[in-house]
């Protein structure tokens, strides 16, 4: 009988440790999810990922994010080259103690991107764009060896089944074009089966949503006509377009600043 009452009293604490340990995630869902959030977004794109509120409603298998930021890297004078304020989640409630987490719908509303040529003639999008490929390429080469090492079923995985980002606008400009910033419509994206079945590590998914984001930005800022400075440090591109305009340097910045704008409404009116 006193074994029996000691199986039974161990069996009761583990059960309240248990109940316990669910109290906290449910609790502390929101704050783990932020932390998850900003841990996973800065290690894909290797600048400060920061997110100011997280509202996850299990039981309605719904939640919103607001106010995600991708900071930019050095060198570069805005604080953020992306800000997403409204996002809304769709989760399968069904799969939120397996592996995947499954989340069937995520849509980012309006986010606001911006374009920046710095003086090296360095573009911060494709820098964030190289990180966020070196991240995936360094992911891809761990994943086989672990694979032949211990397993892998501990780790969380996700997938999406569908991702909506629209209504979104890209801010451009460029140091050697001091002034008014520019802006372009960013063209709506629609992805599917984020993850495949078996679902991937939060970070592979981190990669796979904000690669295709920032692409998409570099291609509105590339058809706004800002690529021809590129490459180009900012006194080269003063005196290159002093010599095109033929007047003091700041009016051919002023030149030049308005053929792009032309350029960028025509490309808008298509």
Do not use: C, W
Request: proline share 4%; net charge positive; hydrophobic share 40%.
């Amino acid at each position: 009988m006193k074994t029996r009452s000691k199986i039974l009293i161990a069996l009761g604490i583990i059960a309240v440790l248990l109940a316990g340990g669910v109290y906290y995630l449910y609790s502390n869902l929101d704050r783990i999810v932020a932390a998850a959030i900003e841990k996973y977004g800065s290690e894909a794109t290797g600048t400060k990922v920061a997110v100011s509120s997280v509202r996850i409603r299990l039981n309605a298998g719904e939640g919103s994010i607001g106010n995600l930021s991708i900071g930019n890297p050095p060198g570069f004078s805005s604080p953020n080259a992306v800000h997403l304020g409204n996002i809304s989640i769709a989760v399968d409630t069904g799969s939120v103690t397996r592996n995947p987490l499954v989340i069937d719908r995520i849509l980012i509303s309006a986010p606001r991107i911006t374009y920046e040529i710095n003086e090296s003639g360095r573009s911060n999008i494709d820098t964030i764009r190289g990180r966020v490929q070196a991240a995936e390429d360094e992911e891809e080469d761990r994943s086989p060896r672990r694979g032949r090492g211990k397993k892998t079923g501990g780790e969380k995985r996700i997938v999406i089944k569908t991702l909506v980002i629209e209504n979104g606008e890209v801010a451009i400009q460029a140091a050697s074009l001091p002034g008014k910033t520019l802006s372009a419509p960013l063209p709506r994206i629609e992805l599917h089966n984020l993850g495949g079945k078996r679902g991937n590590a939060p970070g592979e998914i981190a990669a796979q949503v904000v690669g295709p984001l920032l692409g998409q930005a570099a291609s509105a800022a590339s058809r706004a006509g800002i690529s021809q400075f590129l490459g180009k440090e900012a006194g080269e591109v003063r005196r290159e377009l002093e010599e095109k305009f033929a007047v003091p340097a700041k009016e051919a910045a002023k030149e030049a600043q308005e053929s792009v704008r032309k350029l960028l409404e025509k490309n808008q009116g298509k």
